[in-house]
């Protein structure tokens, strides 16, 4: 990781952008660190994290359109009785989770593993300590992740929490205690916003919190195109939102839509 190529997530440190005179090139991280660090901003402000314990379930248009043609015909292939071809992953990945992407190091972890903890510090703050697990399931678009999180002062407590994460760029929060009160890989394709929900607090630590959060990765790998202030013609204002549905978030994210999923992927059949 070049320490003179400025590692850039919109919603977090735009202004690092500045150092890209040093060689005249920005970055933008992988799509799964640059959802993580988006919802860790605003409680990172508030409340110092030290440590961060991520699992990510990610999905296959991480890996390429090739991936996707191999969800989609090993699916295909378990409904006709036909036999279930390996090729992008090395196990099946349908009806299957896979806990590798990339390749494996000396240490045991998986490069994404390890590009997860570095460019975190590198974005965020160096001496955020994260351990990272990365595992690929059968969905075709989006990007989840449970959240552990330790802070060095007293945590915030889930209402802190919410009202850290709602003002906050790029954070989109729906957290209702109730059956489907939480946001979805399907719900976010095709959406800009980073959703956070499940937010609560971790009694296994003195300082700890744990929280749920989705993206589009597909829209995050896009970096700086991506729009998180973006909103369709007929959606209510924050306010209104969080009066309706318990929930908030001041200019970010589209109302959520039929995801997009029949334009993003069509199968080479």
Known sequence: MDPDVPLIVPEVNADAVSGFVKKNII???NCSTAQLVVALKPLHDKAVIKRVVVSTYQSVSGAG???MDELFSQTKAVYTNSDIVNK???????????????????????????????ETKKILDPKIRLTATCV???VFVGHSEAVNIEFE??????RGARQSCAPAPGCLVIDKREPGGYVTPYEAAGEDA???SRIREDATVENGLVLWCVSDNLAQGRGAERDPDRRMPDQPQADQ????SGVSRKGAGRAMTEPLLAIRYSPTL
């Open 194 to 196: 980073t959703y956070i």
């Open 241 to 244: 939102r969080q009066e309706e």
């Open 65 to 67: 359109k090739d991936a």
């Open 88 to 118: 992008k992953f090395a196990k099946r990945i349908a009806f299957n989770v896979i806990p590798e992407i990339d390749v494996f190091m000396e240490d045991g972890y998986t490069k994404e593993e390890w590009k997860m903890m570095m």
């Open 153 to 158: 002062e007293p945590d915030l407590g889930r």
């Open 27 to 29: 970055a933008n991280p």
């Open 136 to 138: 690929r399931v059968p």
